[in-house]
């Protein structure tokens, strides 16, 4: 990981969220990571996806969730991520920390400090976790790839060139990606 650690020593789920923490720290396996703030670029397309989610759910029983917010993926692991948004169908995950299970869509926007870790690590662990559809947003390729669950697997499609990228976990859904890049 490109991030810096924070302690040299292990700090459960409980403590952790008991904690003053830094809002731009994340957990994993005991060991605090502190993640650099967003550019300017990267709050513009999550505020863009947010409010366009968001709009498009209103009054559904779906949520929809934008950074930070804390996912707790394995209910018994000290690991606590913090995507960029999510959407969660089962309003039975949600607690008064965040979310305790696999959100059914997961979006991470790139960013020159992150870009290892959110196509490499965390791809791993939603992947491991179940989560039904992992967005990563490549802004500086104007790429949106989606990851979509087949089995214990993801299959990745590569949508550029302004293309329409459809939410296959809320049917209707459509981003107009070429929308993001302006």
């Given at each position: 990981m490109s991030n810096l650690a924070l302690a040299d020593r292990y700090i459960g789920f409980d403590e952790f969220m008991a904690g003053e923490e830094d809002p731009f720290t994340e957990l994993y396996d005991g060991e605090e990571w502190r993640m650099a703030p967003p550019s300017d670029r990267h709050q513009k397309i999550s505020m863009?996806?947010?409010?366009?989610?968001?709009?498009?759910?209103?009054?559904?029983?779906?949520?929809?969730?934008?950074?930070?917010?804390?996912?707790?993926?394995?209910p018994d692991e000290d690991t606590v991520v913090l995507p960029d948004l999510v959407v969660i169908k089962d309003p039975g995950k949600i607690d008064r920390h965040g979310c305790t299970g696999a959100p059914d869509l997961v979006v991470e926007i790139l960013s020159p400090s992150n870009a290892s870790h959110d196509s490499i690590e965390k791809y791993a662990l939603y992947e491991r976790a179940g989560v039904?559809?992992?967005?990563?947003?490549d802004p500086d390729q104007e790429i949106v790839y989606v990851a979509l669950l087949q089995g214990e697997r993801y299959e990745v499609t590569k949508y550029k060139d302004g293309a329409d990228v459809p939410v296959a976990v809320v049917p209707g859904l459509v981003i107009h990606s070429a929308e993001l890049w302006k």
């Open positions: 863009m996806l947010s409010i366009e989610i968001g709009l498009f759910l209103k009054g559904k029983p779906e949520q929809v969730r934008s950074a930070p917010y804390g996912v707790q993926l394995f039904p559809e992992y967005w990563i947003v």
